[in-house]
């Protein structure tokens, strides 16, 4: 909309505006294709994450995604037609006298003051709602990246992905001001690297220990305890013992990797992440034995179990 505020206003002055007019309604034809794009990129992923067998839902999804195209449609056109009036009024612009733009641009206020509310509605509404289906998009991708309720050990990602549940992720997002995304709590409560568990017996050790005291709160004696009895568990990678909630669910995965049973595990799935040109790495004595230096480390940094 062309505003005439001076009413001594020259004739150079009404086609700069004119000109400036020009600019924004090709940016908002612009920013209207772009909202198509947006609904067209939206239609296919949802089309590919769909549940075929939930036909109901898909109807109405698909329904309501073409009324957002019509409706964009019909923004397009309208704001077209304005593009087309005001480049009218541009090249006529030097024959006209003063009064005649003047007037002209009057009847192309109008117009536009005639569609440009719905035009505008029309784009806010779409693009909220897009806002919101894309987000859902994007929640079902984070948790199908990451798994929910399943320990993944990635050399891929040179990362360990703890266990966690979605409603507990929500719950967190609900609760605790200090994070604002999904992927902001996986990142800096659930992920770890992989190189703290590179040398497996110290990890081990470590991670026993910090059972017994942060989530059994135990005595240091029976962690020290624990963190020995563990240490040398070759079969027992160190990030499953992260993943454990407590000393009950780490001993039934003890037991079911004594008897071979791991299917049997019901607490939450473990996962490797391996390249395909790798093949699974043992975690046995040789970790320990490969470096002596290290091994001298893992009993320097051991906590002194007389130390109450």
């Known amino acids: 909309m062309i505003v005439l505020k001076d009413e001594n206003i020259t004739k150079q002055e009404l086609i700069k505006l004119i000109k400036n007019e020009m600019k924004s309604l090709n940016e908002d034809l612009v920013s209207q294709k772009d909202l198509k794009k947006r609904i067209i990129a939206y239609m296919r992923s949802y089309i590919c994450g769909i549940d075929y067998s939930e036909t109901d839902d898909f109807y109405h999804k698909i329904a309501s995604i073409n009324v957002y195209v019509k409706k964009v449609d019909e923004n397009i056109i309208e704001v077209e037609k304005l593009v087309s009036t005001i480049l009218d009024i541009k ?3 030097q024959q006209l006298t003063l009064m005649q733009i003047i007037e002209v641009i009057k009847q192309y206020n109008k117009d536009y003051q005639s569609i440009y509310k719905t035009v505008s509605n029309n784009y806010r509404k779409i693009s909220r709602i897009l806002d919101d289906e894309e987000e859902d998009i994007k929640e079902e991708s ?5 798994k929910e309720n399943t320990l993944i050990i990635s050399e891929k990602d040179q ?3 703890l266990p966690f549940t979605m409603n507990r992720i929500y719950d967190i997002l609900q609760y605790d001001n200090n994070y604002s995304s999904v992927s902001e709590i996986i990142s800096k409560i659930y992920t770890r690297p992989l190189a703290i568990y590179k040398h497996a017996a110290k990890a081990r050790f470590r991670e026993a ?3 017994i005291i942060n989530k059994e709160h135990g005595t240091k004696k029976q962690a020290w305890d624990l963190g ?3 240490m040398f568990n070759s079969s027992l990678h160190p990030a499953v013992i992260s993943a454990c909630k407590s000393l ?3 001993d039934v995965y003890l037991s079911c990797l004594e008897y071979n049973e791991i299917q049997d595990f019901k607490f939450f799935k473990v996962e490797y992440d391996v390249p395909l040109q790798k093949t ?3 975690f046995g004595f040789l970790d320990l034995f490969k470096n002596l ?3 001298k480390d893992v009993v320097q940094e051991m906590p002194n179990p007389n130390e109450e």
């Open 228 to 230: 020995l009895e563990l």
């Open 209 to 211: 220990y910090d059972l």
């Open 248 to 250: 009950d669910e780490l």
């Open 293 to 295: 230096k290290n091994n």
């Open 159 to 161: 990362k360990v992905y």
């Open 280 to 282: 699974n790495k043992s």
């Open 142 to 146: 984070i948790q199908e990246k990451y």
């Open 91 to 93: 090249v006529n612009s």
